[in-house]
């Protein structure tokens, strides 16, 4: 009789164990589906980011070559868009550091 109890006894103890692991191996799964979603959305993100700051190159080129122009066609002065700059809370030199290419 003893035998057969510990028969019993291990029989739960495997299926508890097993079912423990089936539980743990779903949770894995869905917490990888998480995951996978995540790097999609950080991923766009960062792409998007990339749009952004290449954009917001572009418009300080612009910008740098319209004051160029002004200055050229003596429509202003240094001085003025040195003004300009302040009153748009621009320094006089302000430069965009540049990006690594990686999230961080």
Known sequence: MPGLLLSILAALALAAGAGL???ALRR???????V??????VQELAGR?????????RALA???????LLVEKGVADEEELE????????????AVPERDGEVH
């Open 83 to 94: 003004a300009a700059r302040a009153r748009s809370g621009l320094a006089p030199a302000e």
């Open 49 to 57: 980011l990339e749009a952004a700051e290449a954009g917001a190159a």
């Open 36 to 41: 996978d979603g995540l790097r999609g959305t």
């Open 21 to 23: 692991a089936q539980r």
């Open 62 to 68: 612009a910008a740098e070559v319209s004051a160029s």
């Open 28 to 34: 894995r799964r869905a917490l990888e589906r998480e």
